[in-house]
């Protein structure tokens, strides 16, 4: 049962373009969503959160949006550069308990291009 | 700050043998946790510890997975036997545990890649 949901496995976006990574997901108890960033060979690591209390949230170059009644968030990349070339994966967590516990996507490779 | 550090990096192994991974996360951080990554898949949640007691170890496979975290500092996850499907890249991150904040701000290590052939 995939919670978290990217249904695009890989994105090519021009250098300067707007890039918009996509992320869906079905457990109506998620009220915490993050996104991470992997490169080849290394860990993920944080990129941005959001809390479902808002519907956006920036931090430089990159913004999530929440819309809670489609159960649906986006990353934007604005400009889109070379090195945001990556993995990006999204992250969903509801709190059970005293414990968090976060549900990943499969992610999505983006590919910058000059 | 050093970061979350994993070994080895890479471990073949044959069916049926046995193999341990160690995490040593950042200095201060009472979260630990283990992810299981299937190539083509996103990070599965095998074990978190808060200090050196499970938090949650629901979707870890008892019969033939453990893991420690002697002292609530560093951690080993252990396989025995492995199978083919436990190849995978197995991550090991860890958090701060701040009152009152949600901690769901990991940081990974570069993970240790098993193939199991």
């Known amino acids: 049962d995939q919670q978290v949901k990217q249904n695009s496995p890989s994105l090519s976006v021009q250098e300067g373009r707007i890039s918009i990574l996509n992320c869906d997901y079905t457990?109506?108890?998620?009220?915490?969503f993050l996104w991470y960033k992997k490169y080849p060979a290394e860990g993920p690591t944080f990129l941005i959160s959001?809390?479902?209390?808002?519907d956006k949230n920036e931090d430089g170059r990159f913004t999530v949006f929440l819309n809670k009644s489609a159960k649906h968030l986006s990353l934007h990349i604005v400009p889109s550069q070379p090195g945001d070339s990556a993995v990006y994966f999204c992250a969903a967590s509801a709190k059970t308990g005293t414990a968090s516990k976060l549900t990943f996507g499969t992610g999505t490779r983006l590919q910058v291009t000059l | 700050e050093a970061g979350v550090a994993q070994s080895p990096r890479y471990k073949i192994i044959e069916k049926r043998q046995s193999v341990a991974f160690w995490c040593n996360p950042i200095s201060g951080h009472a979260t630990l946790y283990w992810y299981q990554q299937i190539l083509g898949q996103g990070p599965k949640l095998l074990i978190q510890f808060q200090n050196n007691g499970v938090v949650d170890d629901s979707q870890l496979p008892k019969d033939r997975f453990s893991a420690e975290r002697l002292k609530g500092v560093d951690s080993t996850l252990k396989i025995q036997p492995a199978k083919l499907e436990d190849s995978a890249v197995y991550l090991c991150?860890?958090?701060?545990?701040?009152?009152?904040?949600?901690?769901?701000?990991?940081?990974f290590g570069s993970g240790t890649q098993l193939s199991v052939l």
């Open positions: 991150a860890s958090s701060p545990r701040r009152t009152g904040t949600r901690n769901e701000k990991l940081f």
């Open positions: 457990n109506s108890m998620f009220d915490y």
């Open positions: 959001i809390s479902s209390i808002k």
